[in-house]
């Protein structure tokens, strides 16, 4: 199946309309977010382009219907799943941004570990060296393993890199904010 793009027809309001992107950190480092940033100054070009809803970068808390979002880091406790969904249930085109989004990256490093063993380990009374994990209902549970996005809903287009560059995603999104297929030539791809 081909990986969607957006209707920019010409001589329709949809070339006018600014598109709706919705943004969010899973388990992720926020890095991948740094390097949206990271475009600098083309940020002004962004927003004549796009609004943001739901976003580390604006303080919308829900995710409303969206043309596209950019999901970075990995899928590793309840409220991740929760979110993921919420994302995938209302974005035209769903973004894996980043190696943790893409692979799991560097936090599935915990996947060899039994994720029982990992909390007592990490969560110790600090007189009596016990295991105290912290159990109040309102913290989220881990996955037993952390897992790529895409092993939880579909994903339209990945970004590989720990993080993408400026450069690649100012690339990408203006294809896709453009009508077209997202191309990238080879000095904008990377994995590390
Ligand atoms: S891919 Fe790298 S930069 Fe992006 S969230 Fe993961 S660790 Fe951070």
């Given at each position: 199946?081909?990986?969607?793009?957006?209707?920019?027809?010409?001589?329709?309001?949809?070339?006018?309309?600014?598109?709706?992107?919705?943004?969010?950190?899973?388990?992720?480092?926020?890095?991948?977010?740094?390097?949206?940033?990271?475009?600098?100054?083309?940020?002004?070009?962004?927003?004549?382009?796009?609004?943001?809803?739901?976003?580390?970068?604006?303080?919308?808390?829900?995710?409303?219907?969206?043309?596209?979002?950019?999901?970075?880091?990995?899928?590793?406790?309840?409220?991740?799943?929760?979110?993921?969904?919420?994302?995938?249930a209302n974005?035209?085109?769903?973004?894996?941004?980043?190696?943790?989004?893409?692979?799991?990256?560097?936090?599935?490093?915990?996947?060899?570990?039994?994720?029982?063993?990992?909390?007592?380990?990490?969560?110790?009374?600090?007189?009596?060296?016990?295991?105290?994990?912290?159990?109040?209902?309102?913290?989220?549970?881990?996955?037993?393993?952390?897992?790529?996005?895409?092993?939880v809903v579909?994903?339209?287009?990945?970004?590989?890199?720990?993080?993408?560059?400026?450069?690649?995603?100012?690339?990408?999104?203006?294809?896709?904010?453009?009508?077209?297929?997202?191309?990238l030539d080879?000095?904008?791809?990377?994995?590390?």
């Amino acid at each position: 199946m081909q990986a969607p793009t957006l209707d920019r027809s010409p001589d329709t309001a949809e070339t006018t309309r600014k598109l709706r992107v919705a943004t969010a950190s899973l388990s992720g480092c926020f890095g991948c977010h740094m390097s949206l940033l990271d475009i600098d100054a083309r940020i002004t070009e962004l927003v004549k382009l796009v609004e943001f809803d739901r976003s580390p970068i604006t303080d919308i808390k829900t995710c409303g219907p969206c043309d596209i979002g950019l999901v970075e880091g990995a899928v590793a406790n309840s409220e991740n799943v929760h979110v993921l969904r919420e994302l995938r249930a209302n974005c035209q085109i769903l973004i894996a941004l980043g190696a943790c989004a893409v692979n799991g990256g560097l936090p599935a490093q915990r996947n060899h570990l039994d994720v029982g063993e990992m909390l007592e380990d990490v969560y110790r009374d600090i007189d009596e060296g016990l295991p105290c994990v912290p159990d109040d209902p309102e913290l989220p549970l881990l996955l037993d393993r952390v897992r790529p996005v895409n092993e939880v809903v579909r994903v339209d287009y990945f970004i590989p890199g720990c993080p993408p560059s400026g450069d690649t995603l100012w690339k990408y999104l203006t294809d896709l904010i453009g009508g077209r297929m997202p191309r990238l030539d080879y000095d904008l791809f990377r994995y590390d």
